[in-house]
């Protein structure tokens, strides 16, 4: 359950940011997960919900942006967003291991008062 342990520390460092800021209560924590992640965004908002309660983060809206895989091709020099895993691009069919985006797991932004 790698998504609990995800939660903890994010429920920590929001916790922390409040403390820091003397908010009192976390509103609003915002997550971005990569489909490259191994992050299950189902899994991890029920993990943030059923951990929440007792931190500065109870009732606090949790949103989950996923980011989805975007990989870049050399030969046509532009990003695509491979349709399976097989990262082949979409205008000239060269496979492409030049993965920019989707492993991304980050904070993005937290709301206190
Ligand atoms: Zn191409």
Aim: one cysteine or more; charged letters at 25%; hydrophobic letters at 45%.
């Amino acid at each position: 359950m790698h998504e609990a342990g995800l939660a903890t520390t994010a429920l920590e460092i929001a916790a922390d940011h409040a403390r820091r800021r003397g908010a009192a209560r976390v509103h609003r924590l915002t997550l971005r997960v990569g489909d490259l992640s191994g992050v299950a965004p189902e899994a991890l908002r029920f993990a943030l919900d059923a951990l929440s309660p007792g931190t500065p983060a109870a009732g606090a809206a949790f949103d989950i942006e996923v980011v989805s895989v975007e990989c870049h091709c050399p030969a046509c020099d532009r990003p695509f967003r491979p349709a399976d895993v097989i990262y082949a691009c979409p205008a000239c069919g060269r496979i492409s291991s030049d993965v920019r985006q989707g492993h991304e797991l980050e904070l993005v932004s937290l709301e206190v008062s």
